[in-house]
């Protein structure tokens, strides 16, 4: 099978979030992961649906200036080689296998009804899986919020 790249950028922007990129068809597919993306298979993550990024934009780690649109730090949380076991996103379900640092087995991306930018991301129930999983984050937590 053929493998292509992806990566997901930890983006601590006013909220922290995941920013989860395939590479297909020549950009970065893309879908903003609230909750990070999580090897426990009864953990159903939204994945947002973004607009596509270029794949020049696969290596990038940096702070996205006050101001701009999605300002705060980016750095990679993970990132390595994935390919496509079944479905199709234009079809609304794509599973595909992990081969990164972090994550590692298969994973799928199923788009919701109602509306078109809502997909479920979910671990398939492999090797992999593990119930007890923990998001950690790679950079320290940023809580713009503060408590009164």
Same mark, same amino acid.
């Given at each position: 099978?053929?493998?292509?790249?992806?990566?997901?950028?930890?983006?601590?922007?006013?909220?922290?979030?995941?920013?989860?990129?395939?590479?297909?068809?020549? !950009?970065?597919?893309?879908?903003?992961?609230?909750?990070?993306?999580?090897?426990?298979?009864?953990?159903?993550?939204?994945?947002?649906?973004?607009?596509?990024?270029?794949?020049?934009?696969?290596?990038?780690?940096?702070?996205?200036?006050?101001?701009?649109?999605?300002?705060?730090? !980016?750095?990679?949380?993970?990132?390595?080689?994935?390919?496509? !076991?079944?479905?199709?996103?234009?079809?609304?379900?794509?599973?595909?296998?992990?081969?990164?640092?972090?994550?590692?087995?298969?994973?799928?991306?199923?788009?919701?009804?109602?509306?078109?930018?809502?997909?479920?991301?979910?671990?398939?129930?492999?090797?992999?899986?593990?119930?007890?999983?923990?998001?950690?984050?790679?950079?320290?937590?940023?809580?713009?919020?503060?408590?009164?």
């Amino acid at each position: 099978m053929k493998r292509s790249r992806f990566v997901i950028h930890e983006h601590h922007a006013t909220n922290l979030h995941f920013d989860f990129r395939l590479e297909i068809a020549g !950009v970065l597919k893309s879908w903003a992961v609230p909750k990070g993306v999580s090897l426990n298979p009864n953990e159903k993550r939204l994945a947002v649906a973004v607009p596509d990024h270029a794949v020049s934009y696969i290596d990038f780690e940096g702070t996205l200036a006050e101001g701009t649109y999605g300002a705060g730090e !980016v750095r990679i949380w993970d990132n390595g080689e994935f390919e496509i !076991v079944a479905g199709q996103l234009e079809k609304g379900k794509l599973v595909f296998r992990l081969f990164g640092k972090k994550l590692q087995g298969e994973f799928a991306l199923l788009r919701m009804k109602g509306n078109e930018r809502n997909w479920l991301l979910i671990k398939s129930k492999d090797e992999f899986a593990d119930s007890n999983w923990e998001l950690e984050t790679v950079l320290p937590s940023q809580n713009k919020k503060s408590k009164s």
